[in-house]
């Protein structure tokens, strides 16, 4: 392949650029530079001329592009006659339309202003949002209870089988894994003063009233919170809930309320669920040091009552709240492309977790305070 | 090798007995077709006849249940993927809503290609850039994000990004629908111009009758009720001498007269 190249030649009225070569996007085409010719002050054309240009491509037109921008800085008119007749052709499309001056925008704002005041309102903002998303779930719940609600029975059923059955197999395998833990964590202390009974005790409150509901919240925070985001985001990226809301029918009842309603259904149970897997992983590792069955058995049913599974129920379902408060108002509040899923997802996750353990720290206070 | 033989020489592409399926739902079956060097060549058939099918089972994402498409004599999918992902560099492939990503700019959109595939600087990539986008009369919005953007922006976007390296073929998938009579005339415009200048050659997944007739060089119609190809060929011809009735029908009411309608259903005819 030829090198692409021009030659300037200057006259009284004009410029004629010479072009010769082959101007194709592997070879290195050379840009216009005012220092290979001279433009006198009469100069009113600048004439592009196919000396011999071999094969070219688009960046033979982004060389033409630049002797554009450059006539029209020195207001001289372009002419490219004489180029293969394709560069005039696509040289009109290029310029038929006017290009888009964005707005400048007014960036003086500095790091304080984003830090204090940008962020302030913010929190403002997400507090606001927040709000009244629960305000208006409430209201749904209201109607729902009322008998006026038009959630579909049909996805109510199928998010429950979402969440419970289809959520089992990871719940065992963590709950299971949490008993043991715990049981190892009091059997390394306990064993020192010859008190491996009181294992029993401390994975059976642990599991009740603490790492039952916590855990089960983490994982459907995980699972579920974060399948609503990635759901309800991905059914405004579609423009699926500007169907509904024009269709005037209410997202809250129509997609928000069977989601909430099943969590809140299920996750008490699976609350119940974990406690006893718990409880069963705790035995496993616990009767392999001198408790036999019956005594790990007989020292959990003295060790806790009915207030404790109580405690971690109530908890339980609050955290089925916060989680399906976190998912589903991240998907409603999603941007219209892809990457915005991906962001109301994360932001789903991690504001359930943050809600959960700050929900779990405000009944630990509540509940010593009570004095249950 | 196929009873429909081309005479015209040199075809760029070559589909031979291609038969498609979602399952054991069949779209289209047994296709042949060339596609000339150079030609504007347009699929062309009713909504859900499978012409976005056959265009996705021609650039190999979806796998044709038979039969073989040939890129310049090569067979894609008896090919090893690095001769795939060569034939796949040269291509240039447009989608219906523009499938730019939505985590970059739209001069980071149109530029990616150019930096994966090129050795050019940064400024030149810019210029280069700035050029495509004004080719597609988007000149001025390179700092805008997918989002900010109208759905017509989005296409020629998507237009930009798959001209950006001078692609030898260039597939569009409803490149019209969605843009105004005049941008739409604009695209055709340009079409013919990539064609002539860079020798490209361009298959269009289209029902606009317009543009079928004013650019369309060679065509090939598909039928949703045989579920095979009617016929193929230059459409200007097959207004006129197609062997099916039924393409020489949906090609006449193209040249038809605007304040002419006919209703196909009753067969009534108002002429105002």
């Known amino acids: ?372 | 090798m196929s009873n429909i033989v081309s005479n015209k020489i040199d075809p760029s592409v070559q589909v031979r007995h291609f038969t498609m399926a979602y399952g054991t739902h069949v779209i289209q079956q047994n296709l042949n077709f060339d596609v000339n060097r150079g030609d504007i060549f347009f699929v062309v058939g009713g909504s859900g006849c499978g012409k976005t099918t056959l265009l996705k089972n021609m650039v190999g994402l979806i796998k044709p249940v038979a039969g073989e498409v040939f890129y310049n004599g090569i067979s894609f999918y008896r090919s090893d993927n690095v001769t795939q992902s060569n034939l796949l560099k040269k291509w240039g492939i447009t989608y219906q809503s523009g499938a730019l990503f939505s985590s970059m700019t739209l001069a980071e959109n149109v530029a990616l290609p150019i930096q994966q595939y090129t050795d050019l600087t940064g400024k030149r990539i810019a210029e280069l850039v700035d050029y495509k986008l004004s080719l597609v009369g988007l000149s001025g919005y390179q700092a805008f994000y997918p989002a900010e953007m109208s759905g017509g922006m989005h296409k020629r976007a998507g237009l930009a990004r798959a001209i950006a390296l001078d692609p030898e073929l260039l597939f569009f998938d409803e490149p019209s629908a969605g843009l105004d009579p005049i941008s739409s005339q604009l695209l055709d415009e340009l079409i013919v111009q990539i064609c002539e200048a860079l020798g490209a050659t361009v298959i269009i997944v289209s029902h606009e009758l317009p543009s079928i007739l004013s650019i369309g060089t060679n065509a090939v119609f598909l039928d949703a009720e045989t579920k095979t190809m009617l016929d193929t060929g230059d459409p200007k011809r097959l207004l006129a001498y197609s062997k099916s009735d039924k393409v020489r029908r949906f090609l006449s009411r193209g040249s038809k007269n605007n304040n002419e309608i006919k209703m196909d259903a009753n067969n009534v005819r108002v002429t105002e």
């Open chain 1, 1 to 372: 392949m030829a090198e692409p190249s021009y030659i300037a030649k200057t006259e009284q009225h004009s410029i004629e650029l010479h072009l010769k070569g082959d101007w194709c996007i592997e070879q290195q085409t050379p840009d216009l530079l005012e220092k290979y010719f001279k433009k006198s002050d009469h100069c009113s054309h600048l004439y592009l001329i196919n000396a011999s240009i071999g094969q070219w491509d688009s960046m033979l037109m982004v060389f033409v592009m630049q002797c554009v921008f450059w006539c029209k800085r020195h207001a001289i008119n372009l002419d490219v006659q004489q180029m293969p007749p394709a560069v005039g052709k696509l040289l009109a499309i290029a310029t038929a339309v006017v290009p888009y001056q964005p707005p400048s925008v007014d960036s003086s704002a500095g790091v304080s202003t984003w830090l204090g005041e940008n962020s302030i309102r913010k929190f403002f903002s997400e507090l606001k949002k927040f709000l009244i998303f629960i305000g208006s779930l409430c209201n749904t719940f209201v109607k729902l209870f009322g008998g006026k609600s038009s959630a579909r029975k049909v996805d109510i059923l199928y998010f429950i089988e979402q969440v419970g059955p289809r959520g089992l197999g990871i719940i065992t395998l963590v709950s299971v894994l949490v008993g043991m833990i715990l049981a190892y964590l009091g059997s390394v202390q306990l064993r020192q003063l010859g008190a491996q009974i009181y294992v029993a005790n401390l994975v059976s409150i642990g599991m009740t009233r603490e790492m039952g509901p916590l855990m089960t919240g983490v994982i459907l925070a995980g699972r579920t919170g974060a399948a609503y985001a990635a759901q309800l985001g991905t059914m405004q990226v579609n423009e699926e809930i500007d169907a509904i809301k024009t269709m005037a029918m209410s997202t809250m009842e129509f997609l928000v309320l069977p989601r909430m309603l099943a969590l809140v259904m299920i996750m008490p149970l699976l609350c119940i669920y974990s406690d006893i897997l718990g409880m069963i992983g705790g035995a496993i590792i616990t009767t392999g040091m001198d408790v036999s069955w019956t005594q790990y058995i007989l020292q959990t049913q003295h060790s806790i009552d009915l207030v404790d599974f109580i405690c971690g129920i109530v908890k339980s379902l609050f955290f089925a709240l916060l989680i399906g408060i976190a998912g589903c108002q991240a998907g409603l509040q999603c941007g219209r492309d892809s990457t915005a899923v991906g962001s109301a997802t994360t932001s789903a996750v991690v504001r359930a977790i943050v809600y959960l353990v700050i929900a779990d720290a405000a009944f630990n206070i509540l509940y010593d305070k009570m004095g249950i």
